[in-house]
């Protein structure tokens, strides 16, 4: 993927104040064209800057209030395999192969307490899983971010 450039930042921070906005729109508010605004659009698409829409679904609004983070400490040989179990379970919604003393980091989203060890008691089942450590979220205090960083990429 190339560095993105002034314009690229640009528009970027532009469409998460107006996600939905049209490239008329993002070409007014930003003083460039709207065949700039809709190439740019194109190339970042395709160069795979933009995440899926489903980063942006809720999962209160799933009935999935919830939000745990599993360490699971597995026999590195059978990480794929691990891997591809995890991916079946639904409530799985996340997973990070980490350094240090855990080998992958899950974010899980339940629906109650019971749900989660449901969840947890599944992960455990999995061939090749030695423990699994839950801490439960209690709030969110940093929300999903990237507009502050692309404004210090932009000097401000």
């Given at each position: 993927?190339?560095?993105?450039?002034?314009?690229?930042?640009?528009?970027?921070?532009?469409?998460?104040?107006?996600?939905?906005?049209?490239?008329?729109?993002?070409?007014?508010?930003?003083?460039?064209?709207?065949?700039?605004?809709?190439?740019?659009?194109?190339?970042?698409?395709?160069?795979?800057?933009?995440?899926?829409f489903e980063r942006r679904i809720s999962m209160d609004a799933l009935g999935?209030?919830?939000?745990?983070?599993?360490?699971?400490?597995?026999?590195?040989?059978?990480?794929?395999?691990?891997?591809?179990?995890?991916?079946?379970?639904?409530?799985?919604?996340?997973?990070?192969?980490?350094?240090?003393?855990?080998?992958?980091?899950?974010?899980?989203?339940?629906?109650?307490?019971?749900?989660?060890?449901?969840?947890?008691?599944?992960?455990?089942?999995?061939?090749?899983?030695?423990?699994?450590?839950?801490?439960?979220?209690?709030?969110?205090?940093?929300?999903?971010?990237?507009?502050?960083?692309?404004?210090?990429?932009?000097?401000?």
């Amino acid at each position: 993927m190339r560095t993105l450039d002034t314009t690229d930042l640009r528009l970027l921070v532009e469409l998460s104040k107006t996600p939905d906005a049209t490239t008329v729109a993002l070409a007014q508010a930003l003083s460039l064209s709207r065949n700039t605004v809709q190439a740019r659009l194109v190339r970042l698409t395709e160069e795979g800057v933009f995440l899926p829409f489903e980063r942006r679904i809720s999962m209160d609004a799933l009935g999935h209030p919830l939000t745990a983070f599993v360490q699971i400490h597995v026999h590195q040989q059978q990480l794929t395999e691990i891997t591809a179990e995890l991916r079946g379970i639904p409530e799985v919604v996340q997973a990070h192969g980490l350094t240090g003393s855990a080998d992958v980091l899950a974010r899980v989203a339940a629906r109650n307490a019971e749900d989660l060890f449901r969840i947890h008691s599944r992960i455990l089942q999995i061939d090749g899983v030695d423990r699994a450590d839950t801490s439960l979220a209690m709030t969110e205090l940093v929300a999903w971010r990237t507009v502050p960083l692309v404004e210090s990429l932009l000097g401000g």
